[in-house]
């Protein structure tokens, strides 16, 4: 039907094609294409929704992209097959199009141009309804159901009426072209999520007791859901700065919670002197970093991977973390208790590395989160001759929680008891006692597969994080090659790459960065050197035909 | 009960340190036998700097912070804990330069903490440069031509920031800060006490504090403000220097604010619930 986008296998209808919203904010674009990547996602199909704003509340050009498909879809490409355009400055989506795509809306050049005033003025409706009416008509457009739409516009709660009533008027008043999409009948429980909401309640899962942010972008979301939740025992607070908000935390972590930070690539360089501060104090720590373009403010509302060496390095002296990077939202709710795990278990600072696309992208699961480990907040039954950094095999002292024993934590180099010292011979003691904390550390990340390897092939695609969806997507398009996905940047999983790069024909490494900083991470730990680097750094992901297309001639 | 420690002291003979430090000793004392609380309840809290040497000094609880970042800490204590018993620490660099911010924001957000400012207008263990609360003129090491500068009103701020207790006191009348230090350990909420310090190296007001200083009591804020604002930290000859509680008023703390609780109220059972990723069923 659509050239590239659907494929007749025999026996096998397969699907996939993409569409686009695109409007001012404040319209509700963002909220349109929940709908339908929801209404498809619930009738059994693989969804993903990418959203694209500017940093304002009203006006501009926002536009989100939802892809469709009867096999997993995660990531998007930049040609839609229905366009939904009504924004005064995004008419140039009409040419976004695949051939023989569809467009509706309110700007000159769209295939199908409908008189949403009028419609609203007969309905007495207000504009808001707007893209109610025009997802009536989209429906039409693809010879989808009315029914399905109502269903899914239940979620205005008391205007859901008025809502449906705009849509049904779209779709009856539609006169446009249709292209029905022919859809196999599918079945099977389909979990839509993004980054955000799996952070959040996978903090939840893994018993977080406070989470303490300042406001930033794109980690507020993360605040938001949290501080929504009820009934999950859990204390959601903003305080003034990003510095009150780290101190805070590992004020917490002293009292004995399970404390959490949140915040994107300034705040975090903020937070750094609190991090040596946990580096020193050796009380666990949590912190979700979700980076954007920088230098400085950048921009804020679009994604990078560019804090990389930052995350694996910021802070003053030496001192042991752990940093993850889940690739996807069932990822990172699987990865969350493990982030509580190490940071409790061994008094250590874990980092959560997501980006924007990550953090409010959808994505589609089928199934379930399996956990590797068993959190808690580890806090040791004090005895009278507990000392709050005592010397152990493994490096890591007992946590205890304060109150039940005078604990001490402390900024200064201390002895074991926690008091201040700065003679030779009590400095290198406790400088070698935390030194046994990064083997100690690394043995226990090296159990929870900190490399993962998807498809098969001789040459390699190594990439991180958020960049695994496209280059999953763009992989069945790619011959012969399979992908090394490094979950955990530290401790680095050395053995693990080094061998996978030296089984391997061609290497390319895939970043959404400018200087492709996994390279020399790589560099680092193994010897290595990838020569070859897929990069982008416009603020955008990769999309998956984009992707795949760069890769073919990366490993020509 | 034993509140000292094996650790020497390093303060300067004479240092007026001693008397804030054996003034804290002694309410925690009477805290602890008019059972109001435990010795294991109290945590001390401190910045960084010659105040911050408490934490060795007194056997309670420690958290030894960063400078300008004591207040902070704090909040996430009580925070993960509002059973705790928080004494504050912290110096003029502590909390009127590096961690104004905190300073400001905790008046506001009243978490229940005392917090006692050794106020000796003056950076003593960088060697003598001025403070927010440095008189002008005053030729630091930093400012030979002497510091250009008028010193900031804490007090006033405090009170003007939303301060639920605010009171100053003068490190070497150790009766009327005892009882001042009690009032505010045991004060619901952000309770804050600047107490003047002469620095006998640096910056030794000794000498201009005989004879200045009248006693207040808790007034309404207006009162308070203008009592607040009869010195200016300016060290100016003829002033006369109000010292006591200017303001006391029960407010929603911050711990409240956020229903926290201690880790051991909450349901052991909480942990790992899988069912949670149920909730993202489309």
Known sequence: LFNKTINMRPGNLIVNFQISVAGEAGQGIARSADIIARDFASRGFYVFNYRDYGSLIKGGENFNLVRVGTEPVRSNNWKSDYAVVFGRFSAHHVKRLERGGVSIGTVPGVKARIDTAAVLRELKAPKIAENSVLLGALYRSMGQPLEFLLRQLECFGKHSGMNKKAATHGYELYGGPVRPLKLPKRRGTRYFVSGSEAVSLGAVAAGMDVYIAYPMTPATPVLHILAGLKGHDISVVQLENEIGVANAALGA???????????????????????????????????????????????????????????????????????????????????????????????????VLSDKHLAESGFTFDSRPRFRVRPQRFLAKPGKDYKSYRKTADGVPPRAPAGRVMLRATSYEHDECGYTVEDVGSVDAMVENRLKKFRTIEKAVSALDPVRVHGRGRNLVVGWGSTKGAILDALKQVKDARFLQICYLKPFPAKKVKRALESSRKVVLVENSATGQMADVVAEHTGHFIGKKVLKYDGRPFGGDELAARLRRAFR | MNLNTPIPNTWCPGCSNFMILSSAKKAVADLVR????????????????????????????????????????????????????????????????????????????????ALFVHNNQVFALTTGQFTPTTEKGFPGKSTPQGNPFVPMNPVAMALEAGAGFVAREYALDVKNLVSTMKKAIKHKGFAFVDIIQPCVTFHDVRGYMKGKTYRVKPMKLDRALKEARKWDYSLSPRARIPMGVFYRKRRTTLEEAFGAEAWHKKHPKRPLNGGLWAKFKA
């Open chain 1, 253 to 351: 972590s002293y009292a004995g919670a399970s404390a959490m930070v949140g915040t994107s690539s300034g705040g975090y360089a903020l937070m750094t002197e609190t991090l040596s501060l946990q580096g020193m104090s050796e009380l666990p720590l949590v912190l979700y970093l979700a980076m954007r373009p920088g230098p400085a403010t950048g921009v804020p509302t679009y994604t990078s991977q560019g804090d990389l060496k930052f995350a694996l390095y910021g802070g003053h002296g030496e001192f042991p973390r752990v940093v993850m990077a889940p690739g996807d939202p069932l990822e990172a709710f699987e990865r969350m208790p493990e982030a509580f795990y190490l940071a409790n278990r061994y008094r250590t600072l874990s980092v």
């Open chain 2, 34 to 113: 008019e059972k109001w609380a435990k010795q294991r309840d109290f945590v001390t809290v401190t910045g960084i700097g010659c105040h911050a040497k408490f934490y060795d000094y007194i056997n309670t609880g420690g958290f030894y912070g960063l400078h300008g970042r004591a207040i902070p800490a704090a909040n996430g204590i009580v925070l993960g804990n509002p059973e705790l018993k928080v004494m504050v620490f912290a110096g003029d660099g502590d909390a009127y330069a590096e961690g104004i911010s905190h300073f400001v924001h905790a008046a506001r957000m009243n978490p229940n903490y």
